[in-house]
């Protein structure tokens, strides 16, 4: 029985041929361990590309995007005026614009520093209004405006506590929460469209009848970079003193500028 079994073994071992790789074979160089290293870093770079590909596609909307190009114009138009549009430093947006000055108080240690390129202040964080008090003077009042539109501290704590909204009036108006950008546009139209009464067709009138200044009298009770116009219809300062009031003008260029901007 041993005898048979030693002859088979014998036998296959004799007629069994030896094993050829096929053409496109690459024989292995590298160590195991090295080639599932890099494979498995290889996948996750692919994954990676795949996730923050998928990222880019995802259109993050804001309240701004949800308005017609005559509102998105005319809020630019004020943060131009307001000479908080276009912050001269890389990072920092429009809505973190503290008033041009020197800082005399910052109590809750909301000062990110001052633009070099261009007079003005920003703050950080977007938890609540910044409350930093700024001088242009060492003569003059000190300024709490801050954010795109230069919300001043007693403004902003105003409109939060502000009640009187809903079917009823007396439902809370759900403003500033915070003073994340969102929330900056959002009380700015609240302020333009329901306290004011700049409406939509108001805007579109203006625009074709090339004529901005109703626009601008009604508005420049609340932000004091719009001029406001005497009977002889100049264009002035609303408040007495003031020296930075806008032309009508520039600011009709503006708003056209950024309405034909947003149409497109």
Known sequence: MKRSLVSVVLALSCN????????DYIPLTEKPESFLEEAVT?????????????????????YFDSLSPEYKALLDTISWAEYTLEPCLDGISPYQVLVAGEVVEDK???????????????????????????????????STAAGKYQWMERTFDGLRRLQNCGPNKDEDCGLF?????????????????????????MLEKAIQKSDFKPVWKKLARTWASLPYYNLRGKGI?????????????????????????YKS
């Open 16 to 23: 069994t041929q030896p094993y050829t790789p096929p053409p």
């Open 42 to 62: 290889q996948q996750k770079n692919v994954s990676q590309n795949a996730i923050t590909e998928e990222l880019t596609k995802i259109n993050v909307k804001t």
């Open 108 to 142: 809750h240690n909301r000062y990110g520093g001052k633009f070099e390129k261009c007079p003005g202040n920003y703050f950080i964080g977007f938890g609540d209004h910044p409350r930093i008090k700024v001088k242009w003077h060492n003569r003059a009042k000190p």
């Open 177 to 201: 929460k915070d003073i994340t950008p969102d929330s900056q546009d959002e009380a700015c139209m609240f302020v333009i469209e329901k306290q004011i009464g700049v409406t939509q067709e």
């Open 237 to 261: 300062g609303k408040y007495r003193r003031q020296r930075n009031t806008r032309s009508f003008e520039k600011l009709h260029e503006k708003y056209m500028e950024k309405y034909e901007f």
